[in-house]
């Protein structure tokens, strides 16, 4: 009954234990209230081999994994093998030689025949359990751990063979030869604690007969030194027992471990081969896209343009003049969005070619400013420019800063109320190198939506809110560009106070002047 209710108990234990493992996959599977088939994968192969641990320790003797029980026995046959085995021997025949000095030798002959006729069968049983450890029967490991009893009982029969002795020190020689040898049975057999168990008592009853038979208070006394060394022994196997399965326990978890990185390597390794191929046909796509559309939008906007001029004659009605100057507006829009995609996907595949050259930013940065003048004058917006003097020309793409600062511009423009302030610096950074900024005193952006508009399409609250028009592309492209260009992207906002945003380029792409050449020197040149 008592070993049911211990069994029955186990078995709940370890169902509760496989339970709570179980639901502890769930959450770091779930992203957002939604599970992928990966992680669901993932969820079942853990759930497997929690149930397929829990079966080999129901079914086990000793309540360990099957693996378990394999390396501690062949760990156990390995120690009978090698080392003990011979220690055994030697320690034999020494306290053969050294128990003539009381015994008839024919006597205690025999005695470490038998002593080594163990040894010889142990090593023998050991070498075939090692051998043939996957396919090892059951008789097989109980022969060994038997053969274990046998030698004990051998080594407690020197006890028996020493009772008619009354020499003290016989009776000291036969527990120190005792404590001997539970050391090393002790040391080669603590990965199977029911060998240890067998080799162990019958020392211990061997040396209770010798109190029973002789109560001399100097033969208890070695004898109760001899009992307590092997209950010291007891505790160390225990000991040496639990730290052996830790470090198999560790040892698995380790495995499951590498064997999880490799899994999860080879997993992002086939997500980026994914996503790089899809990468690459997105690009294609917009490639040819672009192609398709730029050719009928190129008519759209030339012939909306010429029916908006009225190039052919007056309307009929002037309200297809407004119809006309519409869906010129919106050609021109989708247009700038095509181009803004084709612009966005070069970038992030890599295949943007620089054009550079000599360029003079103040400059670019004028002509941008006087582009959307008109624009901010519609909104009563006032456009500050500082610009630092006798800055020298950098080594960029023309087209690029150009598109950087309008961009910049126009979003500032955009998001800025009516009369509202803006700024536009150029000068020098403290690297030597030159930056571009624009503020405004516009409703800024939260911080919670600062990787929402540096994201591709991605809009704020604010442009949502006032449903300004965009694709929300312009400031992933300026950061790409500028990326590019080997510069530095900033974006800094407070909330109902304004917006910063500023590039910094290299000092490694000024380019300074030279020096005149006097006359003299070119003389001598």
């Avoid at 008592?201 to 307590?228: K, N, W």
């Avoid at 959307?372 to 630092?388: F, M, S, Y």
């Avoid at 949502?464 to 530095?488: C, F, N, Q, R, Y």
């Amino acid at each position: 009954m008592r070993v049911a209710s211990r069994e029955s108990g186990s078995i709940g234990r370890m169902s509760g234990r496989l339970t709570r493992e179980s639901v502890q996959i769930a959450p770091a599977a779930a992203v957002n209230g939604r599970v992928t088939d990966e992680d669901r994968i993932g969820q079942r192969r853990q759930l497997g081999r929690n149930l397929q641990t829990v079966r080999e320790r129901l079914t086990s003797a000793s309540g360990l994994e099957r693996s378990f029980e394999t390396e501690l026995l062949r760990q156990f046959a390995a120690k009978a093998t090698r080392a003990s085995g011979a220690i055994l021997a030697v320690l034999t025949v020494a306290v053969a030689s050294i128990a003539t000095i009381w015994l008839r030798p024919d006597f205690i002959g025999m005695w470490a025949l038998n002593g080594l006729l163990t040894c010889a069968l142990s090593f023998v049983i050991s070498r075939r359990l090692l051998a043939t450890m996957e396919e090892a029967k059951k008789g097989t490991r109980r022969a060994l751990i038997v053969l274990t009893a046998v030698q004990a009982a051998v080594w407690a029969g020197l006890v028996l063979m020493f009772l008619g002795v009354p020499e003290p020190a016989a009776k000291v020689f036969v527990v120190s030869a005792l404590m001997f040898y539970g050391t090393v049975v002790v040391m080669s057999t603590y990965t199977v604690p029911l060998a240890v168990y067998l080799a162990i008592g019958p020392l211990a009853l061997a040396l209770s007969l010798f109190v029973f038979v002789d109560r001399d208070m100097g033969t208890i006394t070695i004898a109760g030194v001899g009992m307590i060394g092997q209950a010291f022994f007891l505790f160390l196997a225990n000991r040496l027992y639990s730290q052996a399965v830790a470090t198999l326990e560790f040892r698995a978890e380790k495995d499951i471990l590498i064997a999880q990185l490799e899994t999860a390597t080879i997993n992002s390794e086939d997500a980026r081969r994914k996503a790089e191929d899809s990468n690459l046909a997105k690009s294609k796509f917009l490639a040819t896209m672009s192609h398709e559309l730029r050719t009928p939008l190129n008519a759209i906007l030339g012939f909306s343009e010429v029916m908006k001029e009225e190039v052919f004659g007056p309307h009929s009605s002037p309200s297809y003049r407004e119809y006309a100057s519409d869906i010129h507006s919106s050609g021109q829009h989708l247009l700038n969005l095509i181009n803004e995609i084709l612009d966005l996907s070069r970038i992030e595949a890599g295949r943007y070619e620089l054009k550079e050259e000599a360029i003079n930013l103040a400059h670019i940065a004028d002509e941008c400013l006087h582009m959307l003048t008109l624009r901010a004058k519609g909104k009563n917006q006032v456009i500050r420019q500082a610009v630092e003097p006798d800055l020298p020309k950098i080594w960029a793409d023309e087209r690029a800063m150009r598109q950087i600062i309008l961009n910049l511009l126009s979003n500032a423009v955009k998001f800025t109320p009516q009369g509202g302030d803006i700024a536009l610096k150029v000068g020098w950074t403290a690297n030597g190198g030159q930056y571009v900024s624009v503020t405004d005193n516009g409703p800024g952006i939260p911080e919670n939506e600062m990787n929402t508009v540096l994201s591709s399409f991605g809009r704020g609250s604010q442009a949502i809110k006032t449903a300004e028009e965009g694709s929300g592309l312009g400031l992933p492209i300026v950061k790409g560009l500028v990326d590019l260009h080997g510069g530095g992207f900033t974006l800094k906002s407070k909330l109902r106070v304004g917006t910063e945003v500023m590039f910094t380029l290299p000092a490694s792409r000024v380019m300074d002047a030279l020096p005149a050449i006097h006359e003299d020197v070119r003389r001598r040149a």
